[in-house]
Structure formats: structure tokens, C-alpha cells
């Protein structure tokens, strides 16, 4: 099992930034990607952006190429979302979660795939 823990949310307002971070603790050698997820009220969770642990190969969803950016920390056992040029509907609850281990390859996109949820960090983009 892997804890991972969610910072970093706050109100920010349009057109701002914000700096995510999640810290993985327990069994780390476990972790072959982590993914950011994300859950406005009344929506379903949704796939944000996605790092391979070993090579830190990168995914992300349309919604937000070019605005966020995914990064890791290995030694620190960490992952960071910086995102840029914020939008209100960018409004959401922000989740961490680790890509089931049995699934190797690509990056996954579904919230089915992942596993070891944080608890989240909220995240308000105001106009």
C-alpha cells in the first residue's frame, strides 16, 4: 500500500497559479505512474495529467495542455502539478492516486486504473 497525501490548494483568482503537491509514503517501489484527478461539484472525477515514476514520461488532458504542468521528485517521493493561467472551471477538488501496478505501458487516463486515492485538495478559481 501507498499514502499518498495532498497541499497545496487554495483560492486563486482567474488567470493565477497554483502549486499541487503529493507526497507518497509506504511501499514507494511500488509506484510505476501517479496521476492528478480532479472533481468539480455535481461531476464526475476526471483525469488531469499523469507521470511515469521510472522515466517521467507525461500524459495530460486537452483542458489543460499547455497551462499545467506535471512534474516528480523521486528521492523526495513526491509529485507536483504547477498550473498556470487558471480558469473558474478549474474549480475542483484535486486527487492524487497511483496507477494499479499490474497495469504497465501507457499512462491511464481512468479513474478506475488508479488506486491508494489522497484525500484531496481544493482548489477555487474565482472570475
Known amino acids: 500500500q501507498v499514502q499518498l497525501a495532498e497541499s497545496g490548494g487554495g483560492l486563486v483568482q482567474a488567470g493565477g497559479s497554483l502549486r499541487l503537491s503529493c507526497v507518497a509514503s509506504?511501499?514507494?517501489?511500488?509506484?510505476?505512474?501517479l496521476g492528478w484527478f480532479r472533481q468539480a461539484p455535481g461531476k464526475e472525477r476526471e483525469f488531469v495529467a499523469a507521470?511515469?515514476?521510472?522515466?517521467?514520461?507525461?500524459y495530460y488532458a486537452d483542458s489543460v495542455k499547455g497551462r499545467f504542468t506535471i512534474s516528480r521528485h523521486n528521492v523526495a517521493n513526491s509529485v507536483y502539478l504547477q498550473m498556470n493561467s487558471l480558469k473558474p472551471e478549474d474549480t475542483a477538488v484535486y486527487y492524487c492516486?497511483?496507477?494499479?501496478?499490474?497495469?504497465?505501458?501507457?499512462?491511464?487516463?481512468?479513474?478506475?486504473?488508479?488506486?491508494?486515492w489522497g484525500q484531496g485538495t481544493r482548489v477555487t478559481v474565482s472570475s
Open positions: 492516486a497511483r496507477q494499479f501496478t499490474a497495469f504497465r505501458g501507457p499512462l491511464r487516463t481512468v479513474p478506475d486504473e488508479y488506486d491508494n
Open positions: 509506504g511501499h514507494t517501489f511500488s509506484i510505476y505512474a
Open positions: 507521470i511515469s515514476w521510472s522515466d517521467g514520461s507525461t
